[in-house]
């Protein structure tokens, strides 16, 4: 089993239409939880972090459960610019600051 | 953009020749990651450098190898190159005494062995 599973995708998404990504971890110990984006043949940045209570930042909005080791990523009223690589990413250190363990990211396109 | 910069931005190699790529991390951060990005997959972890020592491996043979700086800056070495080490290389940068283990990522080396 992958310790990062997500959605296989690709997928594509009319403009303005609502979107979810769904992703599993396999370390129960696992800390810290992250989105990030990747655009085509960049870097990946940071998106958002994942809180148990949930959080929300603009259009989009970010759930943890911990028991089902499931996380999501909900994007409200896409934009093209949101077309990219969706990664859910898990820190799976004791501390919290060692490796990142990355899913193999669901592509996004978003069509006009 | 993170302040984390990584050189050389391209590189091609041929199997068996061996390459140092270097990564200049953010200003105030005293950890740096590597993580390998093959075609189409998300970065796996190679290792992690803290006050200049390995800190943390991934699945990946001892030919990978690397060092940190005392100015935090790191390298990557890899020695006898294969044909499935072409890939993106990307540094990650973060600081240690922070535990939300969030990274910032360079632009990254893409590297292709023919």
């Not at chain 1, 370390?27 to 998106?47: G, H, I, M, T, V």
């Not at chain 1, 989009?60 to 994007?75: C, D, G, K, P």
């Not at chain 2, 790529?21 to 093959?38: E, F, I, K, M, P």
């Not at chain 2, 030919?63 to 390298?75: A, C, D, I, K």
Request: hydrophobic share 30%; glycine share 8%.
């Amino acid at each position: 089993r992958k310790e990062v599973e997500q959605d296989p995708g690709p997928f594509n998404v009319p403009e303005g239409a609502t979107v979810a990504f769904n992703c599993t971890y396999s370390n129960s110990a696992s800390q810290s939880f992250f989105w990030y984006r990747q655009d085509c043949r960049k870097e990946p940045k940071l998106l958002m972090s994942v809180y148990s209570s949930g959080n929300e930042d603009g259009r989009f909005t970010a759930q943890l459960n911990r028991a089902s080791q499931y996380i999501s990523l909900l994007i409200r009223d896409s934009k093209l610019s949101d077309s990219a690589t969706y990664l859910c990413v898990v820190n799976g250190g004791n501390f919290g600051n060692e490796k990142l363990t990355f899913g193999t990211g669901t592509r996004l396109t978003i069509i006009p | 953009e993170t302040g984390v910069t990584q050189s050389p931005t391209h590189l091609i190699k041929t199997r068996g020749q061996q390459v140092t790529l270097r990564c200049s991390s953010q200003s105030g951060h005293n950890t740096v990651s590597w993580y390998q990005q093959a075609l189409g997959q998300g970065p796996q972890f190679i290792f992690q450098y803290y006050r200049e020592e390995e800190n943390g491996r991934g699945n990946f043979p001892p030919r990978f190898s690397g060092l940190q700086f005392p100015n935090y800056s790191s390298e990557l070495n890899v020695n006898a190159l294969e044909l499935d080490d072409s890939a993106l290389y990307l540094c990650a940068s973060s600081l240690w005494d922070r535990d939300t283990g969030e990274q910032f990522f360079g632009p990254g080396t893409r590297l292709t062995v023919l």
